[in-house]
């Protein structure tokens, strides 16, 4: 891993360049489940954090959080290029018990699984954040329970392949989870009838999800050439998304700094490759 929080509160991890490991990009709290944990208020902020995994182990993420971290907050990073052997390519990952979260302000895209899963937790929120181009979905959920899983609102889904929301271990699970899902604009490239679970957009919306969500071309610059800046802000300002920088995130300083922190044409050759040659194509 990258940086590692096991048991600490009021830390910020902030405008560092993360890449060519194995495993999470950074992890923050160490209690599994509910009981009390330690881990409170710690800030993960205009972080870069990019080409991981190498295909090589499962279960892991940009940004991996563990347990209650009430006051804890993860924004404006960008993740990308997240790959795992098996499960588990995610780019923010809440695991097991992980509570009070924000997530918010956050480009993530090229992830083997998903941009964004949550096992199991409570009352965290994802809101404002950018998920593109992740493989086999861009949302997905394990575990529902009966108090609040997550809010996952005005966040914008741009897809052009696998699913908008996927399930994991638990049939039915976004069915019978307790989330508050809306004001969020979906698009996928292959199509303007897009499926959510299974279901057609009107079809998810009776199951009480995205009553005020769109189906709309978001209108990025050049999403093909990863610029998710804006042409035009008419669709994003009808879900209430506020327009972010992500260019801003990782090292910050003269060129001859920010020139350290970029990978080498040649590893990132090499990072692709090890993809295809490593990754479980049975999942």
Known sequence: MGVVIFHGSDNEITHNDIADFRNSGISAGWVWGYAYSPSKRNKIAFNHIHHLGWGELSDMGGVYTLGASEGTVVTNNLIHDIYSFEYGGWGLYTDEGSAGI?????????????????????ENILRNNILAFNEKTQVSLARPEAHQSFSFTNNILYSDKGDLFQERYVKDSWIKAVTDVDFNCFWDLRTTDPVFYGMNFKEWQKKGKDQHSIVADPLFVDPQSLDFHFKNLKVAQKIGFKPFEYTTAGVYGDMDWKNLAKLEPGLIKKFDEAVLRNSYKGQ
């Open 102 to 122: 924000v997530m918010e302000n956050n480009l993530v895209y090229h992830c083997k699984d998903a941009g964004f899963n949550q096992h199991y937790g409570k």
